[in-house]
Each structure stands twice: as C-alpha cells, then as structure tokens.
C-alpha cells in the first residue's frame, strides 16, 4: 500500500495534519551530510552517540561564561562521544557500546546535576529545564536500551530483532512524547508575534502529546493481558506519519526564521537535530511495527 492510501486509513484529526506538512518544504538536507561534516545516521549505536555529542555542544553553548569548569565538562561529553563515533564507523561498534554506556551514566549524572541547580536557582544559565529533562529522558532511554535489550529493544541495537506487542507500545509512546517534547522547546525559540508558527507549533504538540498519551494507555493494557489489536496497528501507522511531519515541520519552521534572520538565538545544529530523531522515530517503529502488526 502507497503512502497516499495509508493517510486515508488514518483518524481524520491526524490525516488533515500530516496532509498539511506534506505541502511544506522536505527536510533534505538531513539525508545528506550535517554542517558539522558528520554523516547523519539514523538507526544504531551510532545515532545515540551523535545524538550525545551534539547534547554537549548545546550544553556547552548554553552554560554560564563564568563557570569555565562546567564549559570544559560539557565540552569532554561531546569531544568523547564523537570519538567513539568515529570508532563505531571504522567498524568496532562492539568494542564501543561498553564505554559508550560508562559515558552516558557519567552524562546522565551531570544532567541530573545540572536540573537541580537550575531548579533551585543555584545555577542561572542559557539552558531552559526543559531542556536539559528532556536530554536526560533521552539518556535514560539509551541506558535502558543498552542495558536491558529485551524489555526495551531496538532496531539496529543489540537484541533489536525482537519485538512484542508491549515493546512496540512502549517505543510509540515513548517517541511521540519526545517529538512532542522538541515542540515544547520549539514554542520557547519562536517569537510569539510570529503568530502562524507559534500557533501551528503548539497544535501540533497537542497532536503529538495525545498519540503518545494513547500509546502508553495502550501499552499498560497490553502489559495487563488485553488484546490491543488493532489499535496498536492503527496507533504505529500514525506514529510513522507524525514523525514524517515533525521532521519536516521543525525544518520548514528554522527555514523560515532563518529567511527572516531570526535564528540567532538557536544553535545551527538544532533543526538537524531534531529531524534526525524525528526520521530516527519514524524508522523504528517502522521496522518493529512490521515484525509485531
């Protein structure tokens, strides 16, 4: 079945968003090479660990200019990751994971670190909260991944040829509640007199927010034995095309501040960022739908 015909099967709420982002401008740049000169990949070990670095380069241009301590840590989580990606693509992608794990939990330490302090107060910086949960949720997900391949697998990662019905709920939900996370931190980048984008912005995080919601409804009654069939089916279908349309959306909105000289505030990574994980989404619910539906 072409693309066109699984829109139609869609509920008419969802249809009529992912036909809106079909008129807008394709991210394709992200198929080629980011501006950093590093291959965009999108599935496996190697997305998490450019994923991790970029984390650090945001940190690190969002940490107070007189705390060089914190500057210089953030600094070592992205250097080091991007070593380790630079190993994974020579081929040692085994001997790799191991310490790609060590790091994440040092990095997740320094993120949860770093939440408190901006939380309390003891720590003013240019980085939103929101922010830096959302890099830790993504962080713990990894470690989860890693750590723990046959309750949370994943395509491309070891033990990702499995699949059951609660993982591929779990995963739905998960990356829809993330891409609507992306939204959150969007609505704080978009000047609120840019009264198009900020209202289509948050729409679609209500859109986004409600799938994932449904997702994890769906997948706490799968854990409790209930056929979810063919919810699920129907719930991964959409998950696909929303993060089809989020990818292309966040491009289309930079691409716009950008055409109208509003995008200094954002690091020029960010939208090749959030696209990679809205086309990484897209791909693992795609392979895992197909192994379950």
Not at 135 to 149: K, S
Not at 159 to 182: I, K, Y
């Amino acid at each position: 079945m072409d693309r066109d015909a699984e829109i139609h099967l869609l509920r008419p709420e969802t249809s009529v968003a992912v036909k809106q982002c079909r008129t807008l401008t394709p991210f394709t740049p992200f198929f080629g090479a980011s501006p950093a000169g590093q291959l965009d990949r999108v599935l496996g070990l190697a997305f998490w660990l450019i994923t991790f670095s970029e984390h650090g380069t945001f940190l690190a241009g969002g940490l107070p200019c007189d705390r060089p301590e914190l500057i210089a840590e953030a600094k070592g989580f992205a250097a080091r990751f991007k070593d380790l990606l630079e190993r994974c693509a020579r081929g040692s992608e085994g001997r790799v994971m191991d310490e790609a794990v060590k790091e994440a939990q040092r990095m997740l330490c320094f993120l949860n670190w770093l939440v408190a302090a901006l939380l309390s107060g003891d720590l003013s910086a240019n980085v939103f909260v929101g922010e830096a949960v959302h890099m830790v949720t993504e962080t713990r997900r990894f470690l989860m991944i890693a750590l723990d391949p046959a309750s949370t697998p994943e395509p491309g990662m070891p033990g990702g040829d499995r699949c059951s019905m609660a993982s591929l709920l779990d995963t739905v939900g998960f990356w829809l509640m993330d891409q609507a996370a992306h939204s959150g931190l969007l609505q704080n980048l978009i000047d609120s007199l840019e009264s198009r984008y900020h209202h289509e912005n948050a729409e679609w995080r209500k859109l986004l927010e409600k799938e994932g919601l449904e997702a994890q409804g769906l997948h706490a009654a799968t854990l409790c034995g209930l056929k979810t069939m063919p919810a699920a089916g129907r719930l991964s279908r959409e998950a696909t095309e929303l993060s089809v349309g989020d990818r292309d959306f966040t491009y289309d909105t930079f691409l716009h501040r950008e055409r109208n000289d509003l995008l200094g505030v954002a690091p020029p990574l960010l939208p090749y960022h959030m696209a990679r994980e809205s086309e990484h989404a897209r791909l693992v619910i795609e392979k895992m739908a197909a192994m379950c539906c």
